[in-house]
């Protein structure tokens, strides 16, 4: 399961990178938007991104424990 999990980031991550190099590029439109329903688009899709990465970002923490509880176990294990 853990190798499952390592690949599911190797995926992932450029697929995050792309979507928060895609959002900082559309930052600089943000100056432009004169009207409330385009400040209302860029913090929708903030938050959308933010939780996205928040999720991902917990994953990934998850992952680590259970790596590192894997090894604990396996560096406390009599071996035969």
């Known amino acids: 399961i853990l190798f499952d999990e390592i690949d599911f980031f190797k995926d992932s991550n450029p697929e995050l990178q792309e979507k928060i190099s895609s959002y900082r590029l559309k930052l600089d439109v943000i100056n432009e938007c004169e009207d409330l329903q ?42 035969n």
């Not at 996205?52 to 994953?59: I, N």
């Not at 998850?62 to 894997?70: F, G, V």
């Open 38 to 79: 385009c400040e209302k688009h860029f913090i929708t899709t903030h938050k959308l991104l933010k939780n996205d990465v928040e999720k991902h970002l917990a994953r990934y923490r998850q992952l680590k424990k259970n790596i590192l509880d894997a090894l604990y176990l396996y560096c406390n294990t009599p071996q």
